[in-house]
Nanobody, 120 residues
């Protein structure tokens, strides 16, 4: 089994910064793609940023130039540095990891979510 534990959320004023972390643990051969998603009140969860095992990144248009995703493969951890935060960034942020649990066998795992609230 694999667990993803997120940290770093909280309350910040508009224009401020936060850094989210997500650490994976358990039976892990390797981790392929890792990403951050967010869910504002409502059913839809949307991609914020993703990073491949080769460090290729992609971002939602709404966060380009403000957010930076990175990873530390030795620690099985993905980070999201969020700068110039806006009230519309308020959401629960979830990390997702595509984990090789056995040779050639991959599964997706989600973190439990961390609340980010940006006040105006």
């Amino acid at each position: 089994q694999v667990q993803l534990v997120e940290s770093g959320g909280g309350l910040v004023q508009a224009g401020g910064s936060l850094r989210l972390s997500c650490a994976a643990s358990g039976i892990i051969v390797s981790i392929n793609r890792m990403g951050w998603y967010r869910q504002a009140p409502g059913p839809q969860r949307s991609l914020v940023a993703a990073i491949s095992s080769g460090d290729s990144t992609n971002y939602a248009d709404s966060v380009k130039g403000r957010f930076t995703i990175s990873r530390d493969n030795a620690k099985n951890t993905v980070y999201l540095q969020m700068n110039s935060l806006k009230p519309e960034d308020t959401a629960v942020y979830y990390c997702l990891a595509n984990v090789e649990v056995m040779h050639g066998s991959y599964r997706n795992y989600w973190g439990q979510g961390t609340q980010v609230t940006v006040s105006s």
